[in-house]
Structure formats: C-alpha cells, structure tokens
C-alpha cells in the first residue's frame, strides 16, 4: 500500500525526483554518500513523509484498562478506543501543511516523532516496519537510478 502511495504522490511533485537524480548522478568515484546530507538521508526522508501521508495503518482499537480524563471527557474503564492514525499523521497542530507532500519537513524537525506512528506503537509495533521501509527504498533507488523524467511539450 505505501508503495503504491509513495509513486502516486511523487506522480505529482517530482521537485524530490530531480534532486535525488542530480544528486545520484553527480556522486563521485567513492559511491554514494552516507549520511543526512547524501541520496540515502533523501530517500529516508520521502519514505518518512510517504508513510506520515499513506498512512499504512489507519486505526487501532484497543481496551481502557482503567479511567482516563480527556479534558474534561471521562472515557470509562473496559471501554473500546479507537485511535486514527491518519487524525494524528494529517493533524495541523503538528504539522504546517499536513497536506501538502514535504519530505524535508523531517529534516526541519517539523515532525513530532511521538506523533509518528505509521507501524503502531509499544507492544503492538509492527516487527516489519523496518521490512517494509527497506522494500520501498530498494524500489524507489532503482526507479530514480534506471529511469529518466521526460516532461512533454503540450502542442496547442
């Protein structure tokens, strides 16, 4: 599902494409460059946004194992909770253009990284989280590295 978000978006912002091909094609003999800065600190950070936005993980239910005051709002003990992750992952108050497909809002620390969420939380934490960002980053390495972006000319 999040690979299948992650091309659709780019589909319509690919100011990301550009730059992760320049800088691909301009790494020198030592390969490509580690770190924030590098085309691997690009791709995590539109994986990161990728997942903020697809939202691989809509809702959860769980269970109040006992009362708990929500501002003023008491949620009884033995009562089902359904937590939205996509109310969390598009919330405002956390982030400035929730909306809007920004993968360098990681690297602004924009992003709460309580609030992210995309593979659960605590014991529910999904075991292939790191599976699945590996699978997406291998694709999208070799859809940037193989193929070239061809804007065509619209004739009137």
Known sequence: MELLCSVCEKSYNTSWLRRRNQDFHTQGEHGVEKGENGIRGTLCLVISETLRMGNTINAVWRKALKDVDIK????????????????????????????????????????????????????????????????????????????????EEVID
């Open 72 to 151: 003023g709002y008491v949620i009884p003990k033995g009562w089902g909770i359904l937590t939205s992750f996509s109310s969390i992952h598009l919330d405002e108050e956390s982030y400035e253009n929730p909306y809007i497909f920004d993968p360098w809002r990681w690297k602004r620390k924009e992003g709460n990284p309580i609030n992210f969420t995309p593979f659960g939380g605590g014991q529910r934490l999904c075991p292939g989280g790191d599976f699945s960002r590996l699978e997406v980053a291998i694709f999208l390495h070799h859809l940037v590295t193989c193929y070239r972006e061809v804007i």
